[in-house]
């Protein structure tokens, strides 16, 4: 009987002498290409070169080597087909048993910022997808590793005769998973190289980063996953330094509190309860923004998510320690910050060197039966052209906290309404169905506070009786698109009461 025949080819040569190595004493004749056999050449392992099988030698730079009948032919061949077992020993074709190859570097490739086009193009793999295609397709006969992770339960199986047809499958689902996922990255790169905005077809791929206890409910089952290329300054990518493990309505609301403290500059503070914020505190300190966050609403902060654009220091944990919070993100936390906060030890603790400049992405929002995608809201007020259609205007400090209002309320649930003063919220309403009614839950929520306040909305006033309950709790000023065939109502009640009201002609919905 003649020996079984295994073929190797890896650019990941994690495990691989290993595996080889158990493979020819299991019988295997290997045979290899490349890089590949020279790693395992050198390691003083029996290998077959490739165009000994193939009776032709490598051309075009390596680009053809196992394009060939020898080499697909064993591997699609069907064991219990007697016409092609007939066809193959004609060609003198030797089945092959076991195929272990993954793909040339890609998204290495790409990733580095140093390659080129040319590069990126010159390590698109061709021979091994089709290789682990025709293996995967085959896998009533044929055992394919993509995986190093797999090389021992594939070594301890074969130990026992062969691998199981079980296995096979679920190995076979996986190179499929795997080829999809390539392709996919240079399906993306090489759209935008063109500049294809909004392809016919929507190719995405991610991948496994963690299982999760459950999903928003504990009766619902989830995971998390990830870009294989994304923004480093992201919740995908943040350092867990301390605490539990993230649950999904942490991984959502720490996203949330990220995007609102990347809007701002100064040392900032905000605090996300249920994808909405419930303090935003700014300050000459990440001390006094905290303070600041902490006062915009103390009872709404506990149990929340946690955002800061500074260091943590010392100050700042010890006054983050005396509350319940469930997640920290800061850029860094000094050692005696540190000291202060890992005492409690479920407090997750979440390391992210973010900017402000990052590019915008493409945001993906799931539908039953499809996909929504749209750009990231990255419109900032200095993108927008002003107006002040009142009869007064803001005064320097009212901008300052227009500023603040028009920052915060692009991130609150629509129908969004948000009260602030130059350093902090004072009041928020949030995913209301009228824009009064959120008016009205921001201006309790405020109290005497809002006397002298600000008020920024997400989208016009389609009527003036938001402006008239903004006016009868003493705010002092008013940030809103503008735009609705009603804005003439909204602006005499506005001069009514004193209001000095900025149009921006740019609104923030949130769904």
């Not at 001390?287 to 500074?310: K, M, Q, T, W």
Request: proline share 4%.
């Amino acid at each position: 009987m003649s020996k079984r025949r295994a073929l190797v080819s890896v650019s990941d040569k994690e495990g691989i002498l290993e595996f080889v190595r158990d493979l020819v004493e299991l019988d295997f004749e290997v045979v290899s290409t490349g890089g590949t056999k020279r790693a395992i050449e050198n390691a003083g392992i029996p290998v077959t070169g490739i165009s000994e099988v193939t009776g032709f030698p490598e051309i075009l730079d390596g680009r053809v080597k196992t394009l060939h009948p020898n080499i697909h032919g064993g591997l699609l061949a069907m064991r219990d087909k007697k016409e092609h077992i007939d066809q193959i020993e004609e060609h003198d074709i030797a089945p092959i048993d076991v195929v272990c190859v993954n793909l040339y570097p890609f998204q290495q490739t790409i990733e580095n910022p140093q390659s080129t086009f040319a590069d990126a193009i010159e390590n698109i793999d061709i021979g091994g997808p089709s290789m682990l295609r025709s293996a995967a397709k085959n896998h009533a006969h044929v055992t394919v590793v993509v995986d190093p992770s797999d090389y021992q339960k594939v070594v301890a199986e074969l130990k026992t005769g062969d691998t199981t047809l079980e296995t096979r499958k679920r190995l076979a689902a996986k190179v499929y998973r795997h080829t999809a996922s390539y392709d996919a990255l240079i399906a993306e790169y090489l759209t935008a190289a063109v500049g294809e905005e909004n392809p016919e077809t929507l190719t995405v791929t991610y991948n496994k980063k963690q299982d999760l206890r459950y999903g928003e409910n504990p009766h619902q089952q989830a995971v998390f996953y990830e870009k294989p290329i994304s923004d480093n300054h992201s919740i995908a990518k943040a350092e867990q330094i301390h605490g539990k493990e993230l649950s999904y309505n942490n991984i959502k609301d720490a996203d949330a509190a990220l995007a609102i403290v990347k809007e701002f500059e100064c040392p900032t503070a905000v605090a996300v309860k249920h994808m909405n914020p419930c303090g935003v505190g700014t300050g000459q300190s990440i001390e006094a923004a905290f303070d600041a966050a902490y006062e915009a609403d103390p009872v709404s902060i506990f149990g929340g998510i946690i955002a800061l654009n500074r260091e943590v220091d010392k100050e700042t944990a010890l006054k983050m320690k005396e509350i319940f919070l469930e997640v920290i993100i800061a850029p860094a936390f000094n050692e005696e910050a540190l000291e202060v906060l890992t005492t409690k030890k479920n407090l997750r603790l979440l390391k992210i060197a973010w900017k402000n400049q990052a590019q915008p992405e493409r945001m993906l929002t799931s539908i039953h039966g499809g996909l929504l995608v749209q750009g990231e809201d990255r419109f900032h007020l200095d993108d927008a052209t002003i107006t002040v259609p009142t009869e007064r205007k803001p005064s320097e400090s009212e901008w300052t906290a227009l500023k603040l209002a028009w920052n915060v309320v692009k991130h609150v649930k629509s129908n969004a309404i948000v009260l602030t003063n130059e350093e902090m919220t004072v009041g928020i309403g949030a995913g209301q169905m009228n824009r009064v009614g959120a008016a009205k839950i921001a201006i309790e929520q405020a109290g005497e506070r809002s006397n002298g306040a600000v008020l920024g909305s997400d989208a016009f006033f389609p009527m003036g009786d938001t402006v008239e309950e903004a006016g009868k709790a003493g705010v002092k000023a008013i940030i809103q698109p503008g735009g609705s065939i009603k804005d003439e109502d909204s602006i005499k009640m506005a001069n009514k009461y004193g209001i000095a009201m900025v149009f921006t002609g740019v609104r923030h919905f949130k769904h």
